[in-house]
């Protein structure tokens, strides 16, 4: 059974056009903007004008949100967003003309605007949630976690050349965090976060690969990769601190919980080890520059597949934990819900999913399955 959806535009429910939709298609993403194409059957009126073409519902800058609902009788809030494009396919007497309406999430607002800014005495966290508030979003309770040191007008102050959305990708980075604007379950309420992966506490969905009488999916593809660094050299002279040498050292604990028993390093048995200067203004700031290469460069297992809402009973969303069983010993377990694309007909809801893990299960007293390389 496919799942209840809605469409929801300017506020109004517009279930003729949900009615009468082709295919939905929504992706949500942890590090790029959310986005949904609405694909609609286009016809003549009485008055010879393409119907869905010219409906003002569909024009430039429309609100448009989309919920659904598995079996479980959660309502999710797939996307809260602008109408940014559309594309008509025009034929002769209508039978095969469409026309094709695409969109971004709450976060392009971000994006109107190119600015230069000082930020002076203020953490990245602080900067975060004053951006947020300024389009009417609701900051994250995470944001302000694992902050970086406030930017003193005596050391470096904080500087944006460019979009809002673009300073807060950057700053992201850095942080070993993620920047996203999404919703949950309540179109109009954003969420503006800008924090670390939650990798602890409960899956919200699990997904049962090989049980004969339980499976939920059909296939999956698994690849690890170790050509990574697994420890970072951070070394950097500082302005407020007279020592030739600089602060830093090298780190290998990125600070995030790891989702299984072996990590990247203790996986390949062996640590790839990077070398990082940046421009900071304290030791506390290097450290947090390099556990962020180290979270990135830790995501490096990716699992891929296609699940099915009516099968699964709920629905995936970006930014959550999944439960994998029946893997085998190495992959199943917990994973971060990286990317989610749900595509929607009034058959069928699919999600096409990105899983991506810091570990995987397995080994101790069996050693790394590499067996390091020994040096």
């Not at 002076?120 to 975060?128: E, K, L, S």
């Not at 899956?203 to 690849?223: E, F, G, M, Y």
């Not at 070394?235 to 990247?264: H, K, P």
Request: one cysteine or more.
């Amino acid at each position: 059974m496919a799942s209840t959806f809605s469409i929801i535009v300017g506020g109004q429910a517009a279930t003729d056009l949900a009615s009468a939709i082709s295919e939905l298609d929504i992706e949500e993403n942890v590090d790029m903007p959310g986005a949904f194409l609405i694909s609609l059957p286009v016809n003549r009126t009485s008055a010879g004008d393409y119907d869905m073409v010219n409906d003002t519902r569909l024009a430039p800058l429309s609100n448009v949100c989309i919920t659904a609902a598995g079996s479980d009788g959660k309502t999710q809030c797939l996307i809260d967003g602008y109408v940014l494009s559309q594309t008509a396919h025009l034929d002769t007497g209508t039978t095969a003309s469409t026309v094709k309406v695409w969109g971004q999430d709450a976060s392009w607002l971000m994006n109107m605007t190119e600015q230069v800014k000082e930020w002076p005495d203020v953490t990245d966290g602080a900067v975060a949630n004053t951006i947020f508030g300024n389009y009417g979003m609701t900051p994250d309770s995470g944001n302000l976690s694992d902050d970086s040191p406030s930017h003193t007008s005596d050391g470096h102050s904080l500087m944006q050349r460019g979009t809002d959305a673009q300073f807060l990708r950057l700053l992201a980075r850095r942080n070993g965090k993620l920047f996203r604007v999404f919703c949950t379950d309540t179109p109009g309420q954003r969420t503006g976060s800008f924090a670390k992966p939650a990798v602890d506490g409960d899956a919200a969905v699990t997904l049962t690969l090989n049980d004969a009488t339980a499976a939920t999916l059909d296939a999956v593809d698994i690849t690890w990769d170790v050509m990574r660094p697994s420890a970072t050299l951070a070394r950097q002279a500082l302005f407020t601190d007279d020592d030739q040498d600089g602060a830093g050292g090298t780190v290998s604990d990125s600070g995030l919980d790891a989702l299984e028993a072996q990590n990247l390093a203790a996986f390949a048995g062996q640590a790839v080890t990077s070398v990082l200067t940046a421009t900071v203004d304290d030791g506390q700031e290097l450290t947090e520059r390099a556990q962020s290469v180290l979270i990135e460069a830790g995501w490096f297992v990716r699992c891929q597949g296609t699940a099915d809402v009516g099968r699964v009973g709920s629905i995936l969303r970006a930014g959550t934990v999944a439960q994998l069983d029946a893997a085998g010993s190495l992959h199943s377990g917990k994973y971060f819900v990286w990317s989610v694309r749900h595509k929607i007909t009034a058959e069928k809801h699919t999600m096409d999913f990105v899983l991506m893990r810091n570990a995987v299960g397995a080994a101790p007293g069996g050693g790394s399955l590499l067996g390091g390389l020994g040096l």
